[in-house]
């Protein structure tokens, strides 16, 4: 990905804009897709670009798919950041919001890049390690808003936010799964509103110093 790196540094204004609407297509059509589904072909006439633009700003399809994985990292990482975890309000927005996109598309899909992950993870290690960087992240924006909250008194003070962000993304990335699998959206909202409502309990059951009985 460094030369990458160097290679974009080079682009102009519209050679981001036309790399950008390629790896925006890609994300889409791989979504949709998967990424053995997805041809280099498919991202061109998808994108409108020439092949030759194509192969300017990505020498195979490995490239692209590390791209796409970029993509929807930034933009899951950009929507939690946005979404002030830190107060009871966005965190209940959030809530809220997950649980409506995954309604809006039948559970189809499941999580962009959960998804992702689960086509490459033992295919490809370079890609592996994109996703998981990208979820380390997620948890981090997730585990910076629950500290936010525990700061605020929401939470015990005992307790872990890191722990905490790392379980919700593990009981979203479930019940993301099961909603797709089930083209319902009930196993989604039972593990998240579940597990926040569990913290809201050990806060209510934690005693005066913090500490849960």
Known sequence: MANDARHRSRLTPKGERTRARIVGAAAMLIYERGVAGTTLEDVRAAAEVSGSQLYHYFADKDELVQAVIDHQANAIVGNTEDADLGTVEGLSAWRDMVITEARSADGQGGCPLGSLGSQLAESDPQARALVAAGFARWSTAISDGLRALQIAGHFPAGSNPDDLAVTLLAALQGGLLLAQVQRDTRPLETAID????????????????????
Do not use: V
């Open 194 to 213: 579940t597990l926040l409502e569990l913290a809201r309990i050990s806060h209510q059951d934690a005693s005066a110093d913090g500490e849960i009985p």
